[in-house]
């Protein structure tokens, strides 16, 4: 009986493998045989709008304003350096203010929010302390230049910012610390203590900011990052230990940073899964700690959340994890609401002075994404509303789609494409480099 049931056994799943090929082969000559996305498909879910004084108008605006109303977050999936996506964050804020939004979720580390926020007590001085801040801080890298706080070193991120501080929004810090804000965070540290505790460890605090110096030089000059250097740093982390001795406020700060190295530490180590694991993982206790705290009302606040389009998606993302935009859609889903999830990317943008349109090259990366770029314009903003085409393009599989462009209509509910982007304006002076 046993000879015989494993023959039935290895039969059956012979066939099993055998109809599974056979239904592979038949998806692939289908999917060959279809059509791919035309403008034709696109057209009766594709909107136009202009930003205009800070103000979405035109066709797609009004689109844009009766579907803000309908959802509790609204999750802004971005590339990063863009002068026009900062534009739009501007101009979002005031139409979901009325919406009754009144959070602002932000790609930053939860002490540099309360920098921000701090600097949001004066409207009229928000950009003129983001330059000095950033200038203050300022890290020279491999021809590149590292503010402390990511995505606030342009003019135009400042000008979002004061949007957010006229409508008395709340910021979150979501993410790790940046490597450029090490000694931005050691000197709040010392700032934070009493006087006392200021001449004890005025010392201590010189060193630790010599070590970040240090393994910093030593980052450049001879490729160990500096990552590693810290890490095992006693000037360091004695100062980390000493500053936090009966200062909540400071071992806030120390636990911040530590995390954030560990973080930076397992890139280095190439364990880049667990690197990312890591960074999701702090992401979401920073959003409990936040959901959960007295001033988050689950059932109906509502929050802005503009990150990076690999951290704000539903399902799985491209770094192989459930990220904070799935965690956002199933707590609203769970409380009765909506979440709208929106991935930007441009076709024409401006790259060493010269205008670059994706489709123009059949070979670059960006001409994956024609099937949706084929609608964009140079000189307006584009939106096309993915939902209602899921159905075609999952149930009845009625288009021959790149992977990259079925990801996105599993992942987000808009696409959107800016006119013609380039950079934004740096908000520092180089002067003030830290060697």
């Not at 960074?279 to 979401?284: A, D, G, I, N, Q």
């Not at 349109?357 to 314009?377: H, V």
């Not at 509910?413 to 480099?433: C, E, Q, R, S, T």
Request: net charge neutral; proline share 3%.
């Amino acid at each position: 009986m046993k000879n015989c049931y494993k023959k039935v056994y290895l039969v059956t799943r012979l066939m099993s493998v055998l109809i599974m090929l056979f239904a592979l082969t038949a998806n692939s000559a289908l999917a060959q045989g279809k059509p791919e996305l035309t403008e034709k498909d696109l057209a009766d879910y594709t909107k136009y709008f202009d930003i205009k004084n800070g103000e979405f108008v035109g066709e797609g605006a009004n689109f844009l304003l009766s579907e803000f109303a309908k959802h509790q977050y609204v999750l802004m999936g971005e590339y990063h350096g863009s002068h026009q996506l900062s534009l739009f964050t501007q101009a979002i804020i005031p139409p979901l203010h009325k919406n009754g939004f009144r959070y602002f979720g932000l790609e930053v580390g939860p002490v540099s929010s309360q920098i921000l926020t701090e600097m949001m007590a004066d409207t009229g001085k928000i950009s003129k302390k983001l330059n000095e801040l950033n200038s203050r801080y300022l890290k020279n890298a491999e021809n590149r230049q590292f503010t402390p706080i990511p995505f606030f070193s342009y003019m135009e991120d400042a000008e979002f910012l004061k949007e957010a501080a006229i409508a008395k929004w709340q910021l979150i810090g979501l993410d790790q610390e940046f490597m450029a804000g090490y000694t931005m965070l050691l000197d709040r540290m010392y700032q934070n203590l009493n006087d006392d505790a200021k001449r004890i460890l005025k010392d201590s605090h010189l060193k630790a900011v010599e070590a970040v110096r240090i393994a910093d030089s030593i980052d450049v000059a001879n490729g160990k990052r500096m990552y590693e250097t810290i890490n095992s740093s006693s000037p360091f982390n004695d100062f980390l230990t000493g500053a936090s001795k009966n200062n909540k406020k400071n071992q806030e700060i120390a636990e911040a940073l530590r995390i954030t190295n560990s973080i930076y530490l397992k890139g280095v180590q190439r364990k880049y899964y667990e690197q990312n694991s890591d960074r999701v993982t702090y992401m979401k206790q920073n959003l409990s700690n936040f959901l959960n705290s007295k001033s988050f009302d689950m059932s109906k606040d509502k929050m802005l959340l503009k990150m990076g389009a690999v951290h704000t998606g539903r399902g799985f993302s491209p770094l192989s994890l459930f990220e904070i935009g799935n965690t956002l859609s199933e707590l609203a889903e769970f409380n009765g609401n909506s979440s709208l999830h929106i991935n930007f990317n441009c076709r024409f943008y401006i790259d060493y002075g010269k205008e670059i349109d994706d489709l123009a090259d059949s070979t670059s990366y960006g001409y994956r994404f024609k099937g949706l770029f084929q609608m964009a314009k140079k000189d307006q903003w584009t939106v096309i509303d993915l939902r209602p085409l899921r159905s075609k393009v999952f149930y009845n599989r009625a288009f021959k789609l790149d992977e990259i462009i079925l990801e996105l209509f599993k992942n987000y509910d808009w696409f959107i494409m800016p006119p013609l982007d380039f950079d934004p304006v740096a908000n520092y002076d180089v002067k003030g480099i830290v060697k």
